[in-house]
Every structure is written in C-alpha cells, then in structure tokens.
C-alpha cells in the first residue's frame, strides 16, 4: 500500500512563501512520476506541478516562474516550493503518485490527506 504524507501547509501574506513537502512509503518504485495538485472551495482540483523519476518537470501555466517541483530520491520526498504567493493560489494541496508518458501524466488512485494553503490579501 502506498502512502503519501503532505506537509508545510499555512497562512502565508500575498508574496509571501511556502515549501510544501510529500514523504512517500519505500513502496513508490513502480511509479515513474509525482504531482501536485490543488483544490480551492467550489472549484474542481487541478493539476500544478509534476516530476519524473528522471527529473523532468512540468508547471501549470498559472504557477510558472513561481513555483518549482523538486524531489529527494533517496527520501522518496517530492517537494513544492512556492514562491510569490497570491490569493488565487488558495487551496488544498495534494500530493499524488502518478505514471508519465511521453509528457503526459496520468493519476493513480494514490493521494495524500492534503495541506492547506491560505494566502492573505
């Protein structure tokens, strides 16, 4: 069973900065890819970031220049950092294990509990 722990959530100021952490189980080997996603009140969850297991990484648009998707390999530890936060990137963050294909990532049944996000005007 795969098991993904988000954490580094919190209330931030418009500008402001967070690193969000995902630890995984020693059981992710079978996946090559790892995203962030987030889901603000009344809106459907979107994907902000992904990374494979080779390093590529790839940004919504919303988030480019802001945010940067990283990965501890030897932790099994994906990590978002955040930086220029505004109001519209409140939400709850999630972690997910995922495959990715020729640039394509596909999410798997595997998320974590989420981290809160809320940045103040």
């Known amino acids: 069973q795969v098991q993904l722990v988000e954490s580094g959530g919190g209330l931030v100021q418009d500008g402001g900065s967070l690193r969000l952490s995902c630890a995984a189980s020693?059981?992710?080997?079978?996946?090559?890819?790892r995203g962030w996603y987030r889901q603000a009140p009344g809106k459907q969850r979107e994907l902000v970031a992904t990374?494979?297991?080779?390093?590529?990484?790839n940004y919504a648009d919303s988030v480019k220049g802001r945010f940067t998707i990283s990965r501890d390999s030897a932790k099994n530890t994906v990590y978002l950092q955040m930086n220029s936060l505004k109001p519209e990137d409140t939400a709850v963050y999630y972690c997910?294990?995922?495959?990715?294909?020729?640039?394509?990532?596909?999410?798997?049944?595997?998320w974590g509990q989420g981290t809160q996000v809320t940045v103040s005007s």
């Open positions: 990374i494979t297991s080779g390093g590529i990484t």
């Open positions: 997910n294990a995922g495959m990715s294909w020729s640039g394509t990532y596909v999410s798997t049944s595997y």
């Open positions: 020693a059981n992710i080997a079978g996946f090559n890819a």
